[in-house]
């Protein structure tokens, strides 16, 4: 899987958007952009994930550039439960159902 | 509730003992992931299963480690004479294996700590 880097830890004003970036400059064509975040003493949680094309849904929105070697997890309306660490990692969507393999994410705090 | 569940949540164990913990995966879910968390970590891969067949094993998972899932089901991981490098967060994550995006679910984990 290519490699991601993200910055260590960004902070937003609740009630503001949040824009996490992430770098993956070595994706291949058949990787696929996803994100998860992990809030304090619980496990990841999935939130979105992308091949080429943007993509929405309740939680938040991805945006991939058309070279495809970075993206932006975009968390509309940051409230304070949003404050965690958010993972971009970038694998193969197959049937061969390989690991997750994270990086050291950024972690988002989210301020009143 | 419905989602990946975890136990026990916490152990404390002391150096030399044998733990296991124990994974029930949502129920429809065919695949099994067993992870490890260290402090400020983000987790690392373990193992996987695809129903009760044990398909992947990292490096990590060295001969005092082990992973059975008997019946597709439920999973358990044992570690036998734990050391105080053990001391972690064992997290599992079930998946519904099909051609599109396969996420994965993660359970709250169990925090392991060697005394």
């Known amino acids: 899987d290519a490699k991601t880097t993200q910055p260590p830890s960004m902070d937003c004003a609740e009630g503001r958007a949040a824009n996490l970036p992430c770098n993956h400059s070595t994706i291949s064509g058949n990787e696929y952009v996803y994100w998860y975040r992990q809030i304090h003493s619980q496990g990841p949680q999935y939130i979105i994930h992308?091949?080429?094309n943007n993509e929405t849904n309740e939680m938040a929105s991805l945006i991939i550039t058309e070279d495809r070697k970075s993206s932006t997890l975009i968390l509309p309306h940051a409230t304070l439960r949003d404050t965690a660490v958010y993972y971009c990692i970038v694998r193969v969507a197959s049937n061969a159902g390989n690991m997750l393999t994270f990086g050291g994410g950024t972690r988002l705090m989210v301020k009143p | 509730d419905t989602g990946v569940s975890q136990n026990p949540r916490h152990k404390i164990t002391k150096r030399g003992q044998n733990v296991t913990f124990r994974c029930d995966p949502i129920?429809?879910?065919?695949?099994l992931y067993w992870y490890r968390q260290t402090l400020g970590q983000g987790p690392e891969f373990l193992t996987y299963?695809?129903?009760?067949?044990?398909?992947?094993k990292s490096r990590l998972l060295s001969d005092r480690f082990s992973a059975e899932r008997p019946k597709g089901s439920f999973s358990t991981l044992e570690i036998q004479r734990t050391e105080q490098g053990d001391s972690a967060m064992y997290l599992c994550?079930?998946?519904?294996?099909?051609?599109?995006?396969?996420?994965?679910?993660f359970g709250p984990g169990t925090r392991l700590t060697v005394l």
């Open positions: 994550a079930s998946s519904l294996g099909s051609s599109g995006g396969n996420e994965q679910f």
């Open positions: 129920s429809e879910h065919n695949r």
């Open positions: 299963f695809q129903n009760e067949a044990q398909l992947e």
């Open positions: 992308g091949l080429k």
